[in-house]
C-alpha cells in the first residue's frame, strides 16, 4: 500500500510506502529516473537517512535506477578552478549545476541528488 506524504523539495517527490510491519520512505528525483530508499523520517527534515530495501527494490528496478546506500553516502570530490569546478564523482552534470555544489557544499552524492536548494 502506498501512501502519499507532502514534501516540499522542488527536486524532490516523497512518498510514504507501507509494507507489512514497516513503513519505508521513497525519493524519486524529480529531474532523473532515480530513486531511493530512507528510513522513516519527518516530512519537513531535510536529511536523508538512505537505506538498502531489497524487497522494494526488485519492485522498482524495472521502472528506475535504484541507488544503494553505498551510492548515495560516498563523499563528493570537486575542485574548483577560478570558475571553472571539476566533479571527480561520476556525472553529468553542467557548469551551472556544479557553480551550485561550490555554493551549497553537499557532503554527499545523496545530498546532491536528492537536494533541496532552490
Known sequence: MF???EIYLEEVLGIVI???NKSVHALLNSQYPF???TSSRQGDEH???FI????????FNPYYEVLSFEQLNKPVRYHQQGTNITLENEN???QADLKQLAFWKPKTVGEIVFNYWD
Open 3 to 5: 501512501t502519499f506524504i
Open 18 to 20: 507501507k509494507v507489512r
Open 35 to 37: 530513486i531511493a530508499f
Open 47 to 49: 536529511h536523508f537517512p
Open 52 to 59: 538498502d530495501d531489497v524487497e522494494l527494490s526488485n519492485i
Open 92 to 94: 553529468t552534470l553542467h
